[in-house]
């Protein structure tokens, strides 16, 4: 069963003995509510079902949201300093994290246009003067992409869905800022990632 569900959660995992189904339990919640969130597959034997096992307090440590080290932030910054045609893409993990209010800061600080995928809609307001007001499948908005000198991604793999089934070409310069690097970096090759919440 394990193996079954392996290619569609973000880990598969069997429990090893009873004793181990509390902490086995709690990796696994815990994992799965771990940024990127995603569906953990825990396989526990029937077997072990009715065996006695110590009882477990139930806690959990939530980790902070992790922040890039300085001199990525800075590479990040020395990035934007040399745009002329900026575009952000946003997509659910920035909504997710809460990131509207930063991601219209900084799209009004570069005066770029915003581009947001399905699962980013609302991030920001419709009316809001950087708010692209459809998704990279349309023409006049893959032309953005097309113009855009960087390309700063926050929290988007850049799907099929949101690339025209990843038609479009690489852009010049790829920023991402991503909770998960592999993620955030598997579809496109960036120049830059920043590993962390969005809104942070």
Known sequence: QQAMFAPVVKRAMTTADPQSIPPDVLMAAE??????SGPVYLGIPTDYLSAPVPPSDGSRSQAPPRLPDESRLQAAVDLLRTTRAPL?????????????PAVAALAERLAAPVVMSYAAKGLLPPDHPCAVPATLQAPEVGALWDDADLVIAIGTDFDGITTQ?????????????????????KNYPPDLVLVGDAAR
Do not use: F, H, Q
């Not at 893409?89 to 997710?96: D, V």
């Open 88 to 100: 952000i893409c946003a997509g659910g993990g920035a909504l997710k994290a809460g990131a509207g």
């Open 31 to 36: 994992l799965a509510l771990t940024s990127p």
């Open 165 to 185: 089934n990843w038609a479009m070409p690489n852009p010049p310069r790829l920023l991402v800022i991503n909770v998960d690097e592999r993620d955030g970096a």
